[in-house]
């Protein structure tokens, strides 16, 4: 175990790491909101920590707050500027966004480093605190599906016109919905930056919106565990196609697919399906 | 100037060819095809395929590509967008499942196009085609750049016709508008879904080919950047407007060889992802888009 452990330590830290980035996709996702602004936040994450340690020789917690902190104030701004848009324009918008700050880091000379990026962010940072973090988010998620929350979340997203004229602050959980998708992805990138202590603006560019879109859509968008199931698949699918070789973007390419095809739900929605046939011939009656 | 303002042009007339067949499927039948940029790409590996083991002409070139795109693209309406949109609860989640899904099919031809070129730059060196250069004052002129002035010009005045005059056309713009009550006037969905995807392909493939002889060579991952700039010049003219696609094509390549020319630093793929969020917050339906009505 401790041998295993050690030998995919580097696996185990980017499946928490992915897990946060697949989060800040899943949390605007479940108000219903198509914002893929949190890979720009994991840009805006990954370079602030990685600036401030440099720098300022912060230490990491405090730059992953900073950049958690800025990330979450650029989301709110962004959140305000894009109210009008919905489904796929905003989706589309975001991810705009997202490459204008790719390119941005290219032409920012010193201070990001360039097409190089930048190098020797070294910090203390522990595994363990990366799945701390990574389960204290999670729980606190999880609270967020239960209750009144998780009821009004449903509604914002089911039926915004009703969810309104029944009294619950719509453009309130939207605008929410971005700054904890924003948290969650500055989190994300500053902890990979600190953990790999380089960071390069190839890292933040269109293969990582697919990767966060396809760990939730694989997964299931419908609660974090969706977002779970994702990170650990899309983690490990790699090592597990090694005997596929050079074919493995076709692989993976076709799993996407199918997915996207045949099971809309993700791997979360077929788990409860099952969950639900197994049940119910015990129920009272056995009706059907 | 005049010389930029040409190369402008032609790359406009790229774009829209690109971009044409995208807004119409987009704009009708709702489908964002996002392996459109595979498409475009594998049309042209399939001609530099054949091109490999016969010398043969632009026309015929043109053709097979053209073939392929059409072929592909229909595979993946039928294989993919279709049963996604007939299984779909809602627009919305279909909407999003056929962006993904066609993220995922995008990787297949790229993957064997890179695969089999272990990612070199490919080109069509066995055609009998020979680039000639015509000198008109200040300006050069190369045959390839007037055939892709006439495809574009000749393809784009075509489609505008059909979607304006021909039943069939009349028939898919109501798609658009409202696709129940479309079918209930007796329009064959299925079928104007399929004919419209298999236009959409052959013009991804004609622009596929006519880009390769114009460069020289392209990658196998030429594709994903004319996909974001196809959609920057779509969104900015607005969605299924083929006016709109013409438009938001040439200001796009105008805006870029401007950048390009004026500017030092590599800030020209920020024109296009710039224009996509400016347009989105200023005027989210583009230039000559219909208006959206929503509620919350």
């Not at chain 1, 600036?51 to 230490?59: A, C, K, M, Y």
């Not at chain 1, 933040?204 to 969706?226: C, E, K, P, Q």
């Not at chain 2, 000749?154 to 129940?180: C, N, Y």
């Not at chain 2, 339906?285 to 919350?296: H, P």
């Amino acid at each position: 175990m401790i041998a295993w452990y050690e030998a995919n330590v580097v696996l185990i830290q980017s499946m928490f790491i992915s897990l946060l980035l697949a989060l800040s996709i899943q949390v605007p996702f479940r108000a219903g909101v198509f914002s893929l602004a949190g890979i720009g936040s994991y840009g805006i994450g990954a370079y602030t920590a990685a600036i401030v340690t440099l720098q300022l020789g912060w230490p990491p917690f405090a730059a992953i707050g900073a950049g958690m902190l800025l990330a979450a104030v650029i989301a709110y701004l962004l959140a305000l500027v894009l109210a009008r848009l919905s489904g796929l324009y905003l989706g589309m918008a975001t991810i705009a966004y997202s490459l204008i700050l790719s390119v941005a880091v290219i032409n920012g000379g010193e201070l990001t480093g360039g097409a190089q990026g930048l190098f020797g962010a070294v910090s203390d940072l522990q595994t363990g605190h990366v799945v701390a973090v990574a389960v204290a988010a999670v729980v606190l998620l999880a609270l967020s599906e239960r209750g009144r929350p998780g009821r009004w979340i449903d509604a914002v997203r089911e039926d915004p016109e009703l969810a309104v004229s029944v009294g619950v602050p719509v453009t309130a959980i939207r605008q929410l919905s971005f700054v904890v998708g924003g948290l969650l992805g500055a989190c994300a990138g500053a902890m990979n930056t600190l953990l790999r202590t380089t960071v390069t603006p190839e890292e933040v560019g269109f293969h990582l919106v697919v990767l966060a879109l396809t760990m939730i859509i694989v997964g299931g968008s419908r609660s974090w565990a969706g977002a779970l199931i994702g990170a650990v698949v899309f983690t490990w699918l790699p090592t597990v196609l090694a005997f596929v070789g050079e074919w493995q973007t076709l692989v993976y390419g076709v799993v996407v697919a199918v997915a996207a095809i045949f099971v809309p739900t993700g791997i979360l929605g077929l788990a409860q399906d099952f969950v639900r046939r197994l049940r119910r011939p015990a129920l009272p009656g056995g009706r059907p | 100037m005049a010389q930029n303002l040409l190369n402008a042009l032609t790359l406009g007339s790229l774009y829209l060819l690109f971009a044409l067949g995208m807004s119409l499927a987009w704009g009708t039948i709702g489908i964002l095809n996002f392996a459109h940029g595979s498409i475009f790409m594998f049309a042209a590996f399939t001609g530099h395929l054949l091109v490999g083991q016969v010398a043969l002409p632009l026309p015929l070139v043109l053709l097979i590509g053209t073939a392929v795109g059409a072929a592909l693209s229909v595979l993946a309406q039928v294989l993919a967008f279709e049963p996604i949109q007939r299984r779909a609860r809602d627009h919305r989640r279909a909407e999003l499942q056929i962006l993904v899904g066609g993220i995922g099919i995008a990787t297949i031809p790229l993957a064997i196009a890179q695969h089999a070129t272990k990612s070199v730059p490919f080109g069509f060196t066995g055609s009998t085609f020979q680039v000639e250069v015509y000198r008109l004052g200040p300006v050069q002129l190369t045959n390839v750049q007037l055939v892709i002035l006439g495809a574009a010009a000749v393809l784009t005045g075509v489609l505008a016709w059909w979607l304006r005059s021909a039943r069939t056309g009349l028939a898919l713009r109501s798609i658009g508008v409202d696709a129940e009550v479309a079918t209930m006037m007796g329009v064959n969905r299925r079928g104007l879904a399929v004919a419209t995807m298999a236009v959409a392909g052959a013009l991804a493939g004609i622009a596929g080919v006519l880009l390769t002889y114009y460069l020289g060579s392209i990658a196998a991952e030429s594709g994903d950047g004319f996909l974001i700039k196809a959609f920057a010049a779509i969104v900015l003219g607005g969605i299924g407007s083929i006016g709109g696609a013409v438009a938001g094509a040439m200001i796009l390549a105008l805006a870029e060889t401007v950048v390009l020319t004026q500017t030092s630093g590599m800030w020209v793929d920020a024109v296009s992802f710039g224009l996509i969020f400016a347009v989105l917050v200023l005027r989210p339906r583009g230039l000559f888009g219909r208006k959206e009505v929503r509620r919350t």
